[in-house]
C-alpha cells in the first residue's frame, strides 16, 4: 500500500446553503452522482468551452464541498468563483496543504477514513485531515502509477486554457455531467459529446528509449501529431489527435517524440475508439 504526501495542492472549501446549488450551476461535475467518502474530477470552464481550472471536488460536513487544485492555481480560483457568487449564500476560502495520496491496494485502511478517487477503476484513496498516514514513497511514484493509467492533469499534461474536457479524458472518468443540465461552457461540451467530433486525446505513450521532457512534440512523418505530457522513464501521456495518429498507423509511419519511437494506445478503460479512416471524426464506442 504505498503512500505519498503531494505537497503542492490546495483545497478549496465552498460551504453555505447554497453551496451545491451554486457549484452544480457552474462546474462540469454533476453533484448528484457524487458520493460520500469519495472525490470525482472536474473542471470549471470558458463560455468556449475550455477548462481554466481543474481539480477534484469531494462533499464535506454541514453540505460544504472541497475542490483540490493545484497550490499555484488556488487563488486564481478562489477570484473566479467569487465572480460568479453574486448573492448566493455561499463562503469560498483556499489553504495549501499537503495530501495523502494510497495506490495499488485492494481495500482502504479501516483505521483512517479515506477518499476513494473517482478517476481510477483500481483502489486508489486521498486523504486532506491530519494525520496523514505517514509516505514511504515519493511524489514521482506516484506520477508513474498515474501516468500507467492514464490520467492527465493540468500543468505536465496541458495547459489551462488550452483544453476541451474531452480532450483530457473528463468525459470518461466521471467529471462530465451530460444529464446535469446548464453550466459554464456546458453547449460546447454537449455539442461534442452528441457529435462526436472530439479528435484530441489523452493516449498512453510507450517509448523505444526514455521519452524526452514534457512539452516536446510529437509526430509522425514530420507532421505534428500533438504533444508529450508527463514522462517516467519510458512511459508517458500525450494529447494527440487521434485522427493523425491513426492516418500514421495505417499508413506504416513511425511515430516519434523528438528522436525517440513511441508507440501510442488508447488506455483500455476508455470507451473512444479510433477513427474508422483518416479524418474520420472519432467519438464515443
Not at 455539442?191 to 479528435?199: E, K, L, V
Request: aromatic share 6%.
Amino acid at each position: 500500500m504505498p503512500v505519498a504526501h503531494l505537497e503542492d495542492r490546495a483545497i478549496l472549501t465552498v460551504s453555505g446553503p447554497d453551496a451545491e446549488h451554486f457549484l452544480q450551476n457552474l462546474i462540469t461535475t454533476d453533484l448528484s452522482a457524487l458520493r460520500e467518502h469519495a472525490v470525482l474530477p472536474g473542471a470549471l470552464l470558458s463560455p468556449q468551452g475550455k477548462i481554466l481550472f481543474d481539480f477534484l471536488v469531494s462533499r464535506a460536513e454541514d453540505g460544504a464541498f472541497r475542490l483540490e487544485c493545484r497550490a499555484d492555481i488556488a487563488d486564481d480560483l478562489v477570484r473566479r468563483l467569487t465572480l460568479y457568487r453574486l448573492r448566493a449564500k455561499v463562503d469560498i476560502a483556499a489553504a495549501t496543504t499537503p495530501v495523502a495520496v494510497v495506490w495499488d491496494d485492494a481495500n482502504a485502511p479501516e483505521d483512517r477514513p479515506l477518499l476513494t478517487d473517482g478517476r481510477f477503476k483500481d483502489a486508489v484513496f486521498r486523504r486532506y485531515d491530519p494525520p496523514l498516514p505517514a509516505a514511504d514513497s515519493a511524489p514521482a511514484d506516484w506520477d508513474a502509477y498515474r501516468i500507467g493509467h492514464g490520467i492527465a492533469e493540468s500543468g505536465t499534461d496541458y495547459a489551462l486554457g488550452d483544453a476541451f474536457p474531452h480532450d483530457v479524458l473528463l468525459d470518461q472518468i466521471g467529471g462530465v455531467g451530460f444529464k446535469k443540465g446548464c453550466y459554464v461552457g456546458q453547449e460546447v461540451v454537449s455539442r461534442m459529446q452528441h457529435r462526436g467530433t472530439a479528435r484530441r486525446r489523452v493516449l498512453l505513450v510507450r517509448g523505444e528509449h526514455p521519452l524526452p521532457a514534457p512539452g516536446t512534440e510529437v509526430s509522425a512523418n514530420g507532421r505534428a501529431v500533438g504533444t508529450l505530457g508527463s514522462v517516467s522513464g519510458k512511459d508517458g501521456l500525450a494529447v494527440v489527435r487521434i485522427d493523425r495518429v491513426k492516418d500514421a498507423m495505417d499508413r506504416g509511419e513511425a511515430v516519434m517524440a523528438a528522436d525517440v519511437p513511441v508507440v501510442l494506445t488508447i488506455p483500455e478503460w476508455a470507451t473512444f475508439t479510433w477513427p474508422d479512416s483518416a479524418g474520420a471524426e472519432a467519438g464515443n464506442a
